[in-house]
């Protein structure tokens, strides 16, 4: 006899006033305040059975069959369940999976709505809807009960009073990026106390927000925090899934990053860190799930209902329609996959008050199965009010048909532009004939950008982010160096546009240092003075290394943690950063609003490109073979501001250059060289010469 038939039956529960029908809206586990209403969407299900757990998740207490179904919504009130409740849901159907239906009742499945997990998971095959090693393969079926090894959900009250709290509200065009992972941030900080590091807490230490204080950052952006789990095979490899891009539960924070109560420790992170003018923005990955392709474990969607929640092959169901690269992909033009993700987002604004979202692949929320810039995702977040005035940034493109979409997201998206991250690296690499893009990547990418009323804040611009090298890496390899990883060195990117300036990795030769540290520091003055927005990589201040290791999703050790040995080194340009993001505060045209023209109908110019002697730039000049020098003026954006001369050289060389004539501009001041050779140097007039050192970025001020 089967553990269960011990328990209340449903009848008895319900004479005895413990259940009701309850109501299918809102999905989930709502608590209010006198028992909790249970709801769950699934369309080919048959049966659904609500499974109740003890404290620690070890033992099935209750059973109850669902009793009522609306809209393809299964619902029960249940007056005696209260926050704390650990629960799982087992969904009866068709298991046939050559017709795409994957249903197993042995198999206890969270809730996609979990706000919480509680239990223990441990890797099983158990967890398989099939028997693993079986010749019919995903064909066969698994009778094993999954329940001890597997998360439960827990009912949780998520109000809270956020007293006086505001949000930073930082427009767009003033805002600077920093992403982060949240526990590789702090790890090895040895100025924040030993058990804050790690954690979400550790975000927000006064030490970190004293140092992006420092940096003039406006907005963390945190890679997933989502619950995710470990892939089995990396178990196996006594590895981890660091980055967490294996999305579990698209509500429920990530235990392991908690002190103690996960939700109240992500919420008062969120607090400090707007208290100190910083906004959080969240990396999500609605693209996928955890759950892999038919070879997979059943641990939520793929048992509830896995043709619904799925883009399955149109011919062959039995498989997945894979755009992510992971095995399977979401279907959110499905509404009520749709609506858990609009609900998913609402959620994290609402009970976590963050800023803003970088959507993982994001091209694969758009797609009907072609991507479609009109798709019902980016309607019902153009018109949701909550979501009216958070920041939304694409990562414009997966793996699957036309997927590469950069410029092509709605009105009102920013998109990560990685025109702007390969041109940048290609130049400072001393590659020629990029002038022309040079120019285009410092004004915010405008052939990519420029339509359907979008402005330059459309462009997140980096030169490095999780994944591929570290910026210390980028001039200290040329190779990829990923054994760690356990796949012979096969995964992660063979195009990295990266230069090791003389030497594979670690080096005692001083010009060759020398040389790695002018180009980390030219690609940090390019970053901030370009248009558009820039995003830094934590680390990249300090001289992080991840030892040549371009892909560390899965190093949560000294790899993947930032190092911060170099801090107050002659590697740590913290300094530099802070300068330069002040830049940006006092020459306004950094961040416009608007397109540049060049020459306005007026006659003046809002930027003026010029060649090294100080004249404006002919259609010869651009198409100069081999080129590597650029060099403009931005006009003042407002009447008194400073118009500013930017140069950058490539060249290995040195380059002499002569100020230009600008009407109300007296004088030039330096106000950054990164080759340091006149940090003192007095003003220098109109017609005046300067030697523009060997790979070098200048800026001078305009001044009467």
Not at 628 to 636: D, K, P, Q, T
Request: one cysteine or more; glycine letters at 10%; proline letters at 5%.
């Amino acid at each position: 006899m089967s553990s269960h038939r011990l328990l209340p039956s449903f009848s008895f529960l319900r004479s005895n006033g413990h259940i009701s029908p309850g109501s299918p809206h809102p999905l989930g586990a709502t608590w209010d305040g006198r028992g909790t209403n249970f709801a769950l969407f699934s369309a080919n299900a048959t049966k659904v059975e609500l499974c109740l757990f003890d404290r620690d998740g070890r033992r099935e207490t209750q059973r109850i069959t669902v009793p009522e179904r609306t809209d393809d919504v299964w619902h029960v009130y249940l007056s005696h369940v209260t926050p704390g409740q650990l629960y799982g849901y087992r969904v009866h159907g068709p298991y046939a999976p050559e017709a795409g239906h994957r249903f197993n009742p042995n198999k206890l499945l969270i809730d996609p709505y979990s706000k919480r997990l509680g239990g223990q998971f441990s890797w099983n095959d158990a967890h398989f809807g099939y028997r693993t090693g079986a010749k019919q393969a995903d064909l066969s079926f698994d009778k094993r009960d999954n329940s001890r090894y597997m998360y439960k959900s827990v009912v949780v009250e998520t109000a809270h009073s956020w007293a006086h709290s505001r949000r930073p509200g930082i427009p767009w065009e003033d805002t600077i990026i920093y992403e982060a992972h949240t526990k590789g941030l702090s790890q090895t900080r040895g100025d924040i106390s030993e058990g804050m590091r790690g954690t979400f807490r550790g975000l927000s230490e006064p030490n970190m927000i004293r140092h992006l204080r420092r940096l003039g950052v406006t907005a963390v952006e945190l890679l997933p925090i989502h619950a995710f789990l470990d892939d089995r095979y990396l178990v196996d490899r006594k590895l981890h899934n660091y980055w967490g891009y294996n999305t579990l539960s698209f509500f429920a924070p990530e235990a392991r990053y908690a002190r103690s109560d996960v939700i109240d420790d992500f919420r008062g992170t969120v607090a400090a860190l707007h208290d100190a003018g910083i906004e959080v923005i969240l990396d999500v990955v609605y693209n996928h799930t955890c759950e892999g392709n038919q070879l997979g474990p059943t641990l939520c969607y793929r048992g509830i209902d896995n043709a619904s929640y799925y883009w399955l092959m149109p011919d062959q169901p039995r498989y997945y329609d894979d755009f992510t690269g992971t095995g399977n992909s979401l279907k959110v033009a499905h509404p009520r996959v749709l609506q858990m993700v609009m609900d998913s987002l609402r959620f994290w604004v609402e009970t976590f008050h963050v800023d803003g979202f970088r959507f993982d692949l994001a091209s694969t929320l758009g797609r009907e199965p072609a991507f479609n810039r009109n798709a019902p995702f980016f309607a019902a977040i153009q018109q949701d009010p909550v979501l009216a005035n958070v920041k939304m940034i694409a990562e414009p493109w997966d793996i699957g048909l036309g997927g590469y979409q950069v410029g092509g997201f709605p009105t009102g998206w920013s998109e990560w532009n990685d025109v702007y991250r390969k041109t940048a690296r290609r130049f400072w690499r001393g590659e020629g004939n990029l002038i022309g893009d040079i120019a285009h990547a410092m004004t915010g990418s405008a052939a990519q950008f420029q339509h359907d009323g979008r402005g330059p804040r459309s462009s997140i611009n980096h030169v490095t982010v999780h994944d591929g090298f570290t910026l210390a890496d980028l001039y200290a390899y040329e190779h990829k160096h990923n054994e760690a990883n356990g796949e012979d060195n096969r995964d992660g990117s063979d195009d990295n546009v990266s230069t090791n300036c003389g030497a594979e990795g670690e080096t005692d030769d001083a010009d060759i240092l020398a040389k790695r540290r002018r180009l980390r520091a030219n690609q940090l003055a390019t970053l901030f003075l370009a248009q558009g927005v820039p995003l830094l990589l934590a680390g990249d201040e300090v001289g992080n290394s991840q030892g040549g290791n371009n892909n560390a999703y899965a190093q949560d050790n000294e790899i993947g943690w930032v190092d911060w040995s170099k801090a107050g080194t002659e590697d740590d340009m913290s300094d530099l950063v802070g300068r330069l993001t002040q830049m940006r505060q006092r020459f306004p045209q950094l961040k416009p609003h608007r397109w540049l023209e060049g020459k306005k109908e007026d006659g003046t110019y809002d930027v003026k490109w010029l060649t090294p002697s100080g004249v404006e730039m002919t259609e010869q000049d651009w198409s100069f073979p081999d080129g590597r020098f650029v060099a403009y003026v931005l006009a003042a954006a407002r009447e008194g501001d400073e118009p500013l001369f930017i140069m950058l050289n490539g060249a290995d060389e040195p380059v002499d250059i002569t100020f230009p004539e600008w009407a109300a501009v007296g004088r030039w001041q330096c106000v950054l060289d990164t080759s340091n050779g006149h940090p003192n140097a007095p003003a220098s007039k109109p017609g005046d010469q300067w030697s523009a050192q060997a790979r070098t970025v200048l800026a001078f001020a305009g001044l009467a």
